[in-house]
């Protein structure tokens, strides 16, 4: 059966479950031809300033710039959430942490709710995930489904198929990518796809494999500019945080005797940022793989393929690893999408994206209503060149882990194109960044008298974004 000679019988069961989705939605997707294939591509821990075509000094990836350059790249594209659980419920349900019941990694992600796989799944698409997970409960809404339990392992990982655990020999990213290549090769032909393809790398240990390993052996890295920041002139929820490239406790056994903190911390930052450009470099090549294989497989002209991360990461930025901040390096993430049939190669948007649209944007490019509970926007629009006047100037965001691990201490924002106004609301202590002259965040102007019409303007709209989003 093809969607062009779909009866209205067959209509009737792929669309009856679709009870959010409107009739003329329904219509659409059935009358404008083969619906597009999507391809979602997310890796753990990715920072964009560690991708070649966001400009990264340190590192090359020609296979992830292949999609920015043959599609769009987004340059302001930011989490809610910056910590991998709640990221991911955030993509499957549209909709902000305090909403979906995944604040934390600490939860349990409710699978009863309503999510972009399922409508998709309702209306006639075949949804798979492979790799990563990291939500506890066994996925919903995939008509094929094989998973790491927790964070998983980097070589000869195990994985949960359809409820059944096994252990595939090999590099975790190579096997996800043949788990991937493999669902693709055997997928119904009458149907669109739907592949989510989440990747542990580069997500601690940072184990790289055999043909990366010595990668970046005859030169240090550099140092990014706020290696040693000291975090005065900022609120004490920085220099309160846990976790300091001075302090890592994974190459503490490769350290000869007698080294100095200042020592220390530069041995620690050349043996992390080097295993975690290695695992990386995997990823690179096997994103390769998979564009290679829509293209011999004829799939490329009609398959969306998006490439991101789950949230950023600091990579030596003000002297830390890992994420949770509402810092740039840590709110960031790459977001590159391609497709053919709607997309102008080589592309560039400015405009303020959230991980919340992700969910509607899908929808949308399926030909189905968006939800009116979701709380993303499409980016439909957008792929296709338009400028819409009503476009959002803001965005929110609310971190709740604490105190561990890190110790960073919960809080909320906002941040429009040029200022960041941040909110440790349990210690009572405000930032506020102007990100135009101050893009590293080093000085908080808060109760500088000079932006004091732009705090009450970034106050109003704080929490006129709080109620609007029930979070308040």
């Known amino acids: 059966m093809s969607d062009r000679s779909m009866t209205r019988r067959e209509a009737i069961v792929a669309f009856g479950g679709l009870a959010l ?16 294939n999507i391809l979602y591509i997310m890796t753990d821990d990715h920072a964009a300033h560690a991708v070649s075509g966001y400009g990264s000094k340190i590192n090359s990836t020609p296979n992830l710039d292949r999609i920015a350059t043959q599609g769009m790249r987004f340059n302001n594209c930011f989490v809610t ?20 019941g995944m604040k934390t990694n600490a939860g349990r992600f ?19 995930l492979v790799g990563k997970w990291h939500l506890v409960s066994d996925p919903s809404g995939f008509d094929y489904w094989n998973i790491l ?19 595939r020999q090999g590099y975790v990213t190579d096997v996800i990518t043949d788990l991937a290549i493999d669902f693709l090769k055997a997928r119904p032909r009458d149907k669109p796809f739907c592949l989510l393809c989440h990747h542990k790398a580069p997500h601690r240990e940072w184990t790289p494999d055999a043909k990366h390993a010595d990668l970046y052996t005859q030169a240090d890295i550099p140092e990014p500019a706020t290696f040693d920041d000291d975090y005065r002139n ?7 945080a846990d976790m300091h490239i001075a302090d890592m406790p994974d190459y503490k056994k490769e350290h000869p005797a007698g080294l100095t903190p200042e020592q220390t911390k530069k041995l620690n930052y050349q043996r992390f940022i080097k295993d975690y450009l290695r695992t990386i470099a995997s990823v690179d090549d096997n994103v390769g793989r998979l564009l290679d294989y829509l293209d011999e497989a004829g799939l490329a002209q009609n398959t969306i393929v998006i490439y991101t991360s789950d949230n950023g990461f600091f990579l030596g930025d003000h002297g830390w690893f890992d994420k949770r901040f509402m810092y740039e390096e840590s709110l960031r993430i790459p977001f590159m999408v391609r497709y053919p049939a709607e997309i102008k190669p080589g592309t560039l948007d400015d405009r303020i994206v959230i991980n919340t649209d992700f969910a509607p944007t899908f929808l949308d490019l399926a030909g189905l209503s ?3 509970d979701m709380q993303g926007r499409s980016l439909r629009p957008l792929l296709r060149g338009a400028k ?17 691990p890190h110790r960073v201490q919960p809080h909320y924002g906002i941040r429009t ?35 004091a019409d732009t705090l009450d303007q970034l106050r109003l709209e704080l929490e006129r974004l709080r109620k609007e989003l029930k979070d308040a």
């Not at 989705?21 to 597009?36: E, N, Q, Y």
């Not at 409710?110 to 798979?128: C, E, I, N, R, V």
């Open 21 to 36: 989705a409107g009739p003329l939605a329904r219509a659409a997707a059935l009358a404008a031809g083969p619906r597009p």
């Open 81 to 100: 959430n910056s910590l991998c659980g709640p990221s991911r419920a955030t993509l499957l349900t549209g909709k902000y942490s305090h909403i979906n």
């Open 110 to 128: 409710d699978g009863s709710q309503q999510t972009f796989p399922k409508l998709l799944q309702q209306a006639g698409y075949h949804t798979a």
């Open 149 to 167: 339990p927790g964070q998983g392992r980097y070589i000869n990982p195990e994985l949960i198929e359809m409820g059944r655990k096994h252990v």
């Open 234 to 240: 900022r609120a004490s929820a920085a220099a309160h």
């Open 370 to 372: 968006v939800p009116q």
């Open 388 to 404: 819409p006047d009503d476009w959002r100037s803001a965005m929110y965001y609310h971190y709740y882990e604490y105190p561990q």
């Open 417 to 451: 194109q040029r200022h960041k106004l941040i909110y440790y609301y349990t210690i009572d202590e405000r930032e506020l960044f102007d990100l135009e002259k101050d893009p590293h965040e080093l000085k908080n102007v808060y109760a500088d008298p000079a932006y």
